[in-house]
């Protein structure tokens, strides 16, 4: 008989396997004294109850498939440890009639009183994880509690290993963040200015905007105690920035206006682009096999377009675009009859907002006053960047223009800042292709026309 021997270590903390080594040598044993052939599945440093176990689902593809007849485990609780996944387990060894053992004993999952120790022995090993993670949950709020700044794992940017003191260039790079986040820079320019500078994160990885925003509103920096999003108290440790400047930065990076407003968007121009047929916006259809999804025209059926093939050709030109030296300017640029006026106006309350800080990191300002001054700076420059162009407009914007490589810096850009961007330099037109190849990709029955005089140079 065919039997999948599973083998699954939660924490394997040094990399040397050595409980799936115990484990192996046990089941393999049990199969050669049964006659079965064994096939490994393994699944290191995984949890039963968190993420995916790409083993254990091959596992549960062959048994389907009817190559296996039998499951060994060291023990149940190295298979299961979630009640809805061992029913799910259940049925399916049930229909494909596949015998379970373990080094402990076999289960036949056949008859009732098998079914009900596999069960039982579920329950006990999902009781053992609530108690554990109750006595984890516990410690956890003992040790801020006691004002203990972290214990195991990496230590927190900014502090020495021991944590009571600061690493003083990270350190350094965190104030100068907090002020430049005040100044209206983004936290995709912060990643950026930390990784050219060469800071890692304490995992030696580079910097993104969401890491950035996940360590700037960590309580510790303003010097509390806390446990997960709630604060206990003042620290013991020092802290990076003053309590009033944390708080600033916390309730700006918690802002719910910065959301990205289409988190369900999958494609590019899915609403952006535009039917050369008949003007409406273009949806989202799909041919018969599942990757030629198109761009088509759901209100005159006119148009119909490979999504990739448009998207690569548009993400190009308008990534051609923003290496011109016009290309701010341009992308400023408003039909308005004060269009001058405002772009005048957004100048200096960028230039302001750089004063700010400037004047900040020399301590003219205190917190309160950089606070203040740039809460109410930042409200009118986001009036008239509206005004300039469209109520959409966003700071990443002069942070990709701004980059040494404003390509590279638009490629990095999420889905949906991308398709904001392209929507403030170019409109998108898909043409009908009429009689011919209309397998063949044209260019130019896709026109990609600036909306304010910026070049899209072919």
């Not at 065919?2 to 799936?20: F, H, K, N, P, T």
């Not at 195991?152 to 260039?169: A, H, I, K, M, S």
């Not at 606070?371 to 700076?377: N, V």
Request: overall charge positive; glycine content about 8%.
């Amino acid at each position: 008989m065919e039997a999948a021997v599973y083998l699954r270590q939660s924490v394997d903390r040094y990399g040397d396997e050595l409980a799936i080594t115990r484990q192996r040598e046990d089941c393999l044993r049990l199969c050669q004294g049964r006659g079965w052939t064994p096939h490994e599945y393994v699944d290191n440093d995984t949890s039963a109850t968190k993420g995916r176990r790409p083993a254990y689902e091959r596992m549960l593809d062959d048994i389907r498939a009817g190559h296996i007849g039998a499951v060994v485990v060291w023990d149940l609780d190295r298979l299961h440890r979630r009640p809805m996944e061992l029913e799910h387990f259940i049925d399916l060894a049930d229909d494909r009639h596949v015998a379970l053992a373990s080094i402990g004993g076999d289960a036949d999952l056949s008859t009732d009183n098998g079914r009900l120790f596999a069960r039982i022995k579920g329950a006990v090993a999902r009781a053992e994880i609530e108690r554990k993670s109750a006595r984890m949950k516990r410690a956890a709020r003992q040790r801020a509690e006691a004002g203990i700044l972290w214990r195991g794992g990496p230590r927190p940017f900014g502090y020495t290993e021991t944590g009571d003191g600061l690493v003083e260039n990270e350190a350094a790079a965190l104030r100068e963040a907090y002020a430049a986040l005040l100044a209206n820079k983004s936290l995709y320019s912060v990643a950026v200015q930390w990784n050219k500078a060469g800071i890692k994160t304490t995992k030696g990885n580079p910097w993104t905007g969401r890491s950035v925003k996940q360590t700037m509103t960590r309580p510790r920096y303003g010097g509390f105690r806390f446990l997960g999003d709630e604060i206990l108290g003042k620290a013991d440790w020092p802290a990076v920035v003053s309590e009033e400047m944390w708080r600033a930065v916390h309730d700006l990076l918690r802002d719910p206006s910065r959301r990205i407003r289409c988190a369900d968007r999958k494609y590019l121009l899915s609403g952006v682009a535009h039917c050369g047929k008949c003007g409406e916006k273009v949806g989202i259809g799909a041919k018969a096999r599942p990757d030629s999804v198109v761009y088509t025209c759901r209100h005159c059926h006119g148009v119909s377009r490979l999504q990739a093939e448009v998207d690569n050709w548009v993400v190009w030109r308008v990534a051609n675009a923003l290496t011109q030296p016009d290309a701010w300017q341009a992308l400023m640029s408003s039909t308005r009859e004060d269009a001058a006026e405002l772009r005048q106006q957004h100048a200096e309350f960028r230039s302001r907002l750089d004063v700010l800080a400037t004047d900040f990191a020399d301590g003219v300002l205190t917190p309160s006053q950089l606070r203040t001054a740039t809460t109410r700076i930042r409200r009118h420059l986001a009036e008239v960047e509206s005004q300039l162009y469209g109520p959409h407009a966003h700071r990443y914007f002069g942070d990709v223009i701004d980059a040494d490589d404003p390509r590279a810096a638009f490629h990095k850009l999420s889905l949906d800042q991308k398709r904001d961007l392209i929507e403030a330099m170019v409109t998108v037109t898909i043409m009908p292709v009429g009689r011919g190849n209309k397998k063949v990709f044209d260019p130019l029955m896709v026109e990609v026309l600036p909306r304010n005089g910026i070049i899209c140079r072919p």
